[in-house]
């Protein structure tokens, strides 16, 4: 029952900024407990690495060392929608972006993807 849906990818020059969004359904953050929200990325040629990451207690976040510093994860329990702010892009970032949901009684769900093309 556990769906995420990403939203939010695009085109943006290097520096700029965009927000993804990743909505989920089957269960609701505000009531339930147990569960991670992660950010992969997976560029052409390299391996899906995780991006970053929150609990469901909110202070456990993580980040790979690559975007410290330039994204932020978080969340909006009433919109039950975790958000990736990126800023700062760099080419580098270009990627599709993953979200998934971990849940101890549903495993993992992954969502489609959406693109980031940072490109002049």
């Known amino acids: 029952q556990v769906q995420v849906v990403e939203s939010g990818g695009g085109l943006v020059q290097p520096g700029g900024s965009l927000r993804l969004s990743c909505a989920a359904s089957?269960?609701?953050?505000?009531?339930?407990?147990?569960?991670?929200m992660s950010w992969y990325r997976q560029a052409p040629g390299k391996e899906r690495e995780l991006v970053a990451a929150i609990a469901d207690f909110g202070g456990f976040t993580n980040y790979a060392d690559s975007v410290k510093g330039r994204f932020t994860i978080s969340k909006d329990n009433g919109k039950n929608t975790v958000y990736l702010q990126m800023n700062s892009l760099k080419p580098e970032d270009t990627a599709v972006y993953y979200c998934?949901?971990?849940?101890?009684?549903?495993?993992?769900?992954w969502g489609q993807g959406t693109q980031v093309t940072v490109s002049s």
């Open positions: 089957g269960f609701t953050f505000s009531t339930f407990r147990s569960y991670v």
């Open positions: 998934k949901a971990r849940t101890t009684w549903a495993g993992d769900a």
